[in-house]
Every structure is written in structure tokens, then in C-alpha cells.
């Protein structure tokens, strides 16, 4: 066993701690069920020569009896040990689940993002889903089953030990066969896990494309690539169950040598004298006993090695290091932000999207971020509440870097309208009180009313109380955008970030906008990504993005002079 082999038990004892009552519960009733199993298999003896060696055939009611007795209380004890198992091994999967969810959650954006690690994630996800039935079959058998193994040689040892080290001198073929065939069988299910992945990929895709395949009429196509993804997976899971199925052939062929040697050896020494028949029919059955044990434990083993590689691949990602902040306590900005020389990029292999930014946002005033589509807007104001950090340069409030703050007092100040605002499949009520749990029922009125969204939510067949998504419900881009409003309304925090999208924006929702300019401009920072004519405006500063790089900033009227980007961008913008 090697040692990486070894510190994986300790974890997974570690997880079982908590459950460590059911624990204990699951290994009782797995030794009473190798107890019964082993003093029934050495009962034999003593019963057989008794009833009808000794001819007490007065006693015979009493074997079947007997029987009945044996193979009830083992079905009823291994229910029962299965039970407390699989309660344990549930239990460990989704601890195991909970920390990883807890986890994702301080992982820093950059790594989450599709460069990063965000593979590796879903595969976590997926690879819990898998260890869940693996790890229960290893806990159901590995205690049950060794000690069975253990109680049955002790009895056919201690009735012949010559007689069942003939008969155990097969056992080696089973355990590398189990090997052998654990091997091919891991590899399969591996690639058929990966068979299935692409198989739900592609199904996703589908589905998310619909419209697109509709319309390019590119049927065909879309059968033919799925077709071929069903037969991949197709193949693979038959691979597994010629391993799997394989391993059970060998046992029942094993057994087959194992039993024929106890008969051949173990008959001639009772047609000699030199053992009992009893003893004889002990030792036959506990070795026709042992080989199904042998076997499940040869599975079990080689199910704990899978699990092992799913938990080297989820240990990678518990140890991605979390987001931190530092110490100091964040309060509304006096001055404002300052980037200094900030460059950015999303990944290493990426070209920075930010470049040399030098940028001051005054505190308590309207500042309107503009520039192409891909210019780098966005990703400027996720720097703010510390989403993503710089590469090189700093960004300050009030004079600290952002960094020194500690991270929930940070973003504690924010309020974001987000260019596609996500929205929880709660009800809207659900969805707005995250802002501020303890708000009142008026003021979630007040908020929606002054983003515009009260009426579109008033007139929906639940009102404030419709879950989305349910139902087949869901909501239109600017309405999405004004509920996101309505929690900014609700929270009234002293940063207000609006990331305007030009494709959503009806009139509408830009009325909602300007209520917000107008209600919060002058006590409160607003950094606005405009595409208006009517929000630009109202801006006491416009700053210019190109490629990543701010190239001009001032106000309208001054941009209009200075900027001709400005102007086409202006123009393009506001034919009106
Ligand atoms: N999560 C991400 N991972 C990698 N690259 C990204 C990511 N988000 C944005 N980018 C890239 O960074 C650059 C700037 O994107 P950003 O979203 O900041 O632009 P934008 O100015 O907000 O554009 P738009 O007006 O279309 O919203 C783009 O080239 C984009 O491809
Ligand atoms: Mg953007």
C-alpha cells in the first residue's frame, strides 16, 4: 500500500468521524454476520456427526430449523449493516460536497473562470457524484466481508488447517485476476465517465443552440456528431461489464478448483479415518463460502483506489488558494479610487486587457466609463470589489490599496447592475430581500416602483411572490436589469456600478436609470458603463476606453472636441 494510498484512509477516516455512531452500529452488525457465519460453517461439524454419524436421528427436526434460524438472523443483521454503511458513506459524500460548495465559494474569480480551473470544478462536481456509490459498496463490504474471510479460514483451519491451505492455494489466481481485471475496469469506466460527459455537452449545446440549428436546418449534422458520442459510450460500457462480469467468472471457475480439491483431498482422508465426515462438510463449506468474500473484498479494494483518484483530483481543488483581504475595515469613499499603472490580464496565457490604466474616480460623483464593445469596461470596474486583482499596478480608495482592506467590509460598499444580471430561481421577493434581509415590504415596494419594475411584477399571476424560472417563466433583459435596480434601490450602498447593456436597454428601463442617477448623484459614487445620450450627459466625468487603454477623459462637450472616437462613437450610438 503506498503511502499516498494510506494518508487518503486517514482523510476518509477523518469524514467518517462525525458519523462515528452509525459507524460503530454498521461494524457491530457486520461482526455478528461473519459470527453467524462462522459458527454455523463450524456447527456443521458437530451437528453432522451427532445427527447422523452418531445416528440421534431423533434430533434431525431440529437442522432444518436450525437453518432457517441462521439464514434469517444474516439477512436480517446485513440489512441492517447495510443500512448503518450506506448512511455513513452518504453522510462522508456529502460532507465532502458541502466543504467543496463552501469552498467555491472563496475561490478567487480568476481561477473559477473558464481558464482557470473552472474544468476541474465540474469535474469535482462530477467526481463526488462518482465516488458516492463506490465508496458505498467499499463500506458496505470491506468490514462485513473481511471478517467473514477471517472467521470462516479460522474455522476451517481450526477443523483441518492441511485440508484448507490445499484448498486456499488457489486464492492467489482470484486476487490477481481481481487485479487485472480491477485495472481494465477502471480504465473503461474512466473513459466511459468521459463518453458521457461529451453525451451531456453535447445534448447542453444542443438544446442552448436550438435556435441555430433550426434555422441552418443542420439536422443532419447534429444526429450524426450525437450518434456517434452514443456509440462511444455505447462501447465503453459494454468494456465494463466484460471486466466486471469477467472477475465473477474467475471466482465461480476458482471456486470450482478450490471445492474440487477439498472434496478429492478431504474425501480421502475420510474414506481413511482421518477426519470426520462432519469436519469434512465444515471445511467444504466454509472454502465454497470463502471465495464470494474474497472476491467483493478484491472489489471493494480496487473501488477505494477509484475513489482515491477522485479525491486526489477534489484534495486539488481544496487547496486552491482563497481570496483575503487584509485587516482594515472599509468605509464610504471620502476621496475616491485611484488605479496607478494598471495592467490586467484574465489568464497567464492571455494578452493583458488593461493596460498602463492611470484613473482617478472622485468619490460622490457621476463617472461614465465609454468605449467599443471588447474595450475593457467591464473588467475595469470588476477590479473595484476586487472580482479579479491586477497583475502589476495598484488600485486604491482612499489612498489604501485595495488589497488591505478586508474583503466583505469592501465589498460591502458595492451595488451592481451587472450587464447581464443573474437572477436566482427564487421567487422576486427571494431575490430582492437578498439585498437587505431585513427590509420591510414597503420599502421593496418603494425600490420597485423607482426602478420601474412594480408594475411588470404587479401584473405577473403571483406578483411579487413568482418564482423564476418556474413554470416556464422568466423575465426580459431590461426587466432583469430593473430588478437588479430595485436591489440596488433597496440597498443604497455609497458605490453604485451600472454596466448598461445596449441590447437591453428599452425606454424603460432607461427611465429607471436615470431615477437612479437622479435620486443617488451627488452623496453617492456612481461609475456608470453608458451608451446613452440622456446617462452620458448627466456624467460630471466621461472616461474614454480603447483596447484597454484610457485614451481621453472629460465631459461631454470637452470630448466632443477632443475625441473623434468619441464622436463616432457618439454618433453610432445617438442617430437620433
Ligand atoms: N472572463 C473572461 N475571461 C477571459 N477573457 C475575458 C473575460 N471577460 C472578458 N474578457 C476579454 O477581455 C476583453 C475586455 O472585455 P470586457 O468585457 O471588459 O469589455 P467591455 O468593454 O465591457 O465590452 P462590452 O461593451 O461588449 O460589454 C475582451 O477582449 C474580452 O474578450
Ligand atoms: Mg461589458
Redesign the pocket.
Known sequence: MSSEFISFLKDLLSYIKPFWKKFFLGIIFAVLVSGITGFSTWAIKPIFNFVFVEKHYEYFNFVPLFLILVFSLTGIFSLLQAYFMKAVSTGVVNLIRFHLFKKCLHIPLQKL???GTGQTISRVINDTAQIEPILGNSFQNIVKELLTVLVLLGVAFYQKWDLTLVALSTVPVVIIGAKILGRKTREARRLAQSATGELTQKMNEIINGIREIKIAGSYEKVIELFHKELNRFYRWSLKITKYREGSKSLVDVVTGFGGALVIGYGGYLVINNVMSPGAFLSVLTAILLIFNPVRKLARAYTGLKEAQGAWIRIQEVMNLEEEKGGIIKASPPQKGFYFEKVFFK??PH?PF?LKDVKLFIPANQVIALV??????????V?LLPRFYDPQKGTVYLDEIPLKDFDILSLRELFGIVM?EPFLFNLSIWDNLTMAKPDATKEEIIEACQLAMAHEFIEKLPKGYDTVIGEEGFSLSGGQKQRLALARVFLKKPPIIIL?E??SQLDSITETAIQSALDRFKGHHTIII?AHRLSTVKKADKIIL?EK?KIINEGTHEELLIKSPLYKNLYKTFHKE
Not at 468605449?371 to 475595469?380: A, C, H, I
Open positions: 473562470s473558464k481558464h484574465y489568464a492571455l486587457v468605449g467599443p464593445s471588447g474595450s475593457g469596461k467591464t473588467t475595469l470588476s450587464q454596466d447593456a445596449t458603463i476606453l484597454g
